[in-house]
């Protein structure tokens, strides 16, 4: 399916043309009116549908794994305690005891041993490192509840391709989000409204639910030439025990667990591949998953269209293969689908 050797799999191998007038800028209303193009990863066979399709898509027996995961209002603007200077902080990982990894900028203000305040919450923080790659460690002090405060001070972490503002940050929410702890959205799930979800459960399909927090280095794209020479960042996640037993009864039914975006893959796979069965854990994970990878936990994936020369490319290139998926995409830029985080879907079974 793949004719490319898995060593010599180079970045540019997963280059595509996307005209910037198809990048998805605001989301489509009802959530679940987005199109969803179905590839048939065996034959690269494709059809043209509506998200709301899915129902039918989908069988009983079959088991939809989602990623819970609620997106923070990561960005945040920080008043110099001593000179009054503004500064952006975007928080990527929680990393306990009040104290988060985060990007600033400009960062020649956020030195270690700088405090900011935060304009209309009692929240302050300090620079306690800055390191290798730039990122800063803050430590925050507070009155009350921290993700109260920063509900109070912070913005939804929109990425840089979406120019326009959002209205209702709660569209830059899956409406099953419920634990705090992402950078990014894990946009698949996007597409799912209550009444489908309800329809779904209605048809006999067993819904899942998996955390895993989505850092920002999941969008960046890839710049090494040979992949085998990217370095993943880490993501934490948590794999539920009722949701083990969910997966591990659909398999020894017949059924396909089909995973509702790439963190959720990322996690059902993670999981099997550490523990070499699917099991309750809780862990960091750096997994990449490109051409040539052996799928353990998943038989299906619900995902969104990918950045050009990016891991999740790569991830959906291991599944359907390279040249269906590069064929899929030339395929959604002719017919104009929308790309990216507000896009369309793609259903890979």
């Not at 913005?155 to 979406?162: A, D, E, G, H, V």
């Not at 639910?209 to 960046?220: A, E, I, K, M």
Request: charged letters at 30%.
């Amino acid at each position: 399916m793949n004719s490319l050797n898995e060593q010599t799999l180079q970045t540019k191998d997963f280059d595509f043309e996307l005209p910037e007038e198809l990048i998805a800028q605001t989301p489509i209303e009802p959530r679940d009116a987005s199109r969803l193009m179905v590839l048939d990863r065996k034959t690269g066979e494709i059809e043209h549908k509506h998200f709301y399709d899915i129902v039918d898509l989908l069988h009983e027996g079959d088991c939809l794994v989602l990623n819970n995961s609620r997106v923070l209002p990561a960005r945040i603007y920080g008043i110099k305690k001593d000179t009054g200077a503004h500064v952006e902080f975007l928080l990527l990982k929680n990393c306990g005891n009040d104290v988060w990894e985060a990007l600033a900028g400009p960062g020649k203000r956020a030195k270690v041993g700088a405090s900011f305040s935060f304009e209309g919450s009692t929240m302050t923080c300090e620079v306690i490192e800055v390191k290798d790659d730039g990122n800063r460690m803050i430590r925050f002090s507070y009155t009350g509840n921290f993700f109260a405060e920063l509900d109070k001070i912070g913005q939804m972490p929109l990425p840089p391709y979406i120019k326009e503002k959002l209205k209702d940050k709660e569209r830059y929410q899956t409406v099953y989000s419920k634990e705090e702890g992402s950078a990014a959205a894990p946009t698949a799930g996007l597409h799912f409204t209550p009444e489908l979800l309800e329809k779904i459960r209605r048809k006999g399909v067993q819904i899942a639910f998996v955390t895993l927090h989505v850092g920002l280095g999941t969008f960046r794209p890839v710049n090494v030439e040979n992949i085998l020479d990217h370095k993943m960042h880490s993501e934490h996640y948590h794999m539920p025990k009722e949701t083990a037993d969910a997966i591990n009864e659909t398999k020894r039914r017949g059924g396909r667990v089909i995973a509702v975006g790439t963190t959720s893959c990322r996690t059902i796979e993670s999981v099997a591949k550490k523990c070499g069965e699917i099991r309750e854990d809780d862990d960091w994970t750096d997994i990449f998953i490109y051409p040539g990878y052996e799928f353990r936990g998943i038989d299906a994936l619900i995902t969104n269209f990918h950045l050009p020369e990016s891991t999740l490319i790569m991830l959906v290139s291991a599944l359907a293969g390279r040249e269906h998926i590069l064929n899929a995409y030339k395929t959604a830029v002719a017919e104009r689908y929308r790309f990216f985080s507000f896009g369309d879907a793609m259903f890979i079974r």
